[in-house]
Structures are given as structure tokens and as C-alpha cells.
């Protein structure tokens, strides 16, 4: 499974750059106004720091201006991939701007109906957002393991991006149901690496080297 990290907070970025555990980056209008910087300095900062897919959201809300400033923010790296919301706006500009070439990640998506309307846009990713689901009493686990069925029944290469993620748990099962990539906060991704059990044998094993006297180096 593939990570992407959702932030646009450029250090944390960085600072997880060198686990291997950055596939990718997602951002969207509320992130971006955390980090209180300019969209254009921070979407090009992180590209030119990731490899990978660089999502970047637009903000226009007809197909038209959606595919102007999908190009536009394409044009600002070649990892960038536009972020349109799901509506149906969204998907004739998924739709328009995938004929190019452009890459797409529809965001907002919570039913596989969403889901698999995308796919046929020509969405390469997918974003279910599991976390505001179940926030609202609903399954978010349960969407990403109908949109899996969905997908493989008809062999839509659209990648499921399963997103909102609040969890070690969400990031463990969205693995075992199959999703293709997780973006979640840095702090969900941190807090993966933790177990009291490898806190407690850590320290003993310190504890017992110390006894030997011995050091490697
Ligand atoms: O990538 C979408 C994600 O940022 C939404 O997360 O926690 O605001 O529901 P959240």
C-alpha cells in the first residue's frame, strides 16, 4: 500500500522523507489554509521535495474554470495531480482534463455509486473519506471494501485513496481490504512505528547489553 502523506505543512514533509514512507502528498483548500501560506509556493516546494503525486485542489465550482485552473495547477509541476470535488462538474472536468493527460483525484467521495461514477471519468485516484463516515455513525471501512468489489469487477484502473484517516487501525484495515493508498496526517503515520511490547523489550535488551560491559563499536 502506497502512503501519501496529508499536509501541507512542507518540514513534516520532510522530516519523513528519509523513513521511505512518502509515496505521496494530498492537500485540499483547508490545509492549505492551516499552513497560512501561498497555494502556488507550497504545492511547488512540496513536488519538488516528493516524487510522487502531489495532489492540489482547485477551487472553481463550474467544469469550465475547474479544467483552467486544473491545467494551471499542473502546469506548476509535473507531480502535481488535480484534486476536483465530487460533483457533476467535477466529473466532466475529471473528465476533460484526464483526455489530456492530466491526472485527477476526486475528493469528497462517500458512496460507491461516487466511486464509481469517477472511475468511468477517468479519476486515477479515488478519495473516500473514511474518517468523516464514521464521525457521522456510517462505516467508512465498509466504502473502501465496496469500492475494492466494484473496481475489480470491472477492472477500473482508478486507484482507491482512502482518505480521513484518524487511526492506526483505519491505516491497518485499509491494508487488509486492499486500498491501493492511505494518505493520512504525519502524526497517524508516526504513531504506526509504536507498541508498548517494543518499548518494554527494547529496554530490556539496553538494560541486559549494559550488563555485558561491551560496545559494537
Ligand atoms: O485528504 C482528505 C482529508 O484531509 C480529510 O481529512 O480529517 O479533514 O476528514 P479530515
Known amino acids: 500500500m502506497k502512503f501519501f502523506i496529508d499536509t501541507a505543512e512542507v518540514s513534516e514533509i520532510k522530516a519523513l522523507i528519509p523513513s521511505g514512507m512518502v509515496d505521496g502528498v494530498t492537500t485540499n483548500p483547508s490545509?492549505?489554509?492551516?499552513?497560512?501560506?501561498?497555494?502556488?509556493?507550497?504545492?511547488?516546494?512540496?513536488?519538488?521535495?516528493v516524487d510522487g503525486p502531489v495532489s492540489a485542489e482547485v477551487t472553481a465550482t463550474t467544469a469550465k474554470d475547474m479544467v483552467t485552473e486544473g491545467e494551471f495547477l499542473f502546469g506548476l509541476a509535473s507531480n502535481v495531480c488535480v484534486k476536483i470535488p465530487m460533483t457533476w462538474d467535477g466529473l466532466e472536468a475529471t473528465n476533460a482534463l484526464a483526455a489530456k493527460g492530466i491526472p485527477v483525484n476526486v475528493t469528497l467521495c462517500f458512496s460507491a455509486a461516487q466511486a464509481l461514477l469517477a472511475a468511468k471519468a477517468g479519476a486515477a485516484f479515488i478519495s473516500p473519506f473514511i474518517g468523516r463516515l464514521d464521525d457521522n455513525g456510517l462505516d467508512g471501512l465498509e466504502l473502501i471494501e465496496e469500492i475494492r468489489t466494484v473496481y475489480d469487477n470491472y477492472g477500473y484502473e482508478t486507484e482507491i485513496l482512502a482518505a480521513s484517516i484518524r487511526s492506526i487501525g483505519h491505516m491497518k484495515d485499509c491494508a487488509l481490504i486492499g486500498a491501493d493508498v492511505a494518505t493520512a496526517p504525519p502524526s497517524v503515520i508516526r504513531k504506526m512505528a509504536g507498541h508498548v511490547l517494543t518499548d518494554q523489550g527494547l529496554a530490556a535488551f539496553l538494560a541486559d547489553w549494559k550488563k555485558t560491559g561491551q560496545s559494537i563499536l
Open 31 to 49: 490545509l492549505i489554509a492551516k499552513s497560512g501560506r501561498n497555494i502556488l509556493e507550497v504545492i511547488k516546494e512540496i513536488c519538488a521535495l
